[in-house]
């Protein structure tokens, strides 16, 4: 599987880092990886633009 990089800020990767820990994941990475499905996850059927904004704002990601 091809990997890609993604930057984000110190404080919160040190903050995951923990969490993965806590939670058993044998990364952070995997950790991030599982959120980041779980939340595509919710996407998915979408038909539509409109549908998907909807969908962001009710979980807070939009206002």
């Known amino acids: 599987m091809a990997s890609v990089k993604v930057k984000i ?14 939670s058993g994941y044998s990364s952070a990475d995997e950790f991030i990886g599982h959120c980041l499905e779980k939340e ?9 633009e409109e549908e998907i904004k909807k969908k962001l704002k009710g979980l807070g990601y939009l206002s």
């Open 9 to 22: 800020d110190k404080d919160l990767y040190d903050k995951i880092k923990k969490l993965a820990e806590m």
């Open 40 to 48: 595509a996850a919710a996407f998915e059927g979408s038909d539509s």
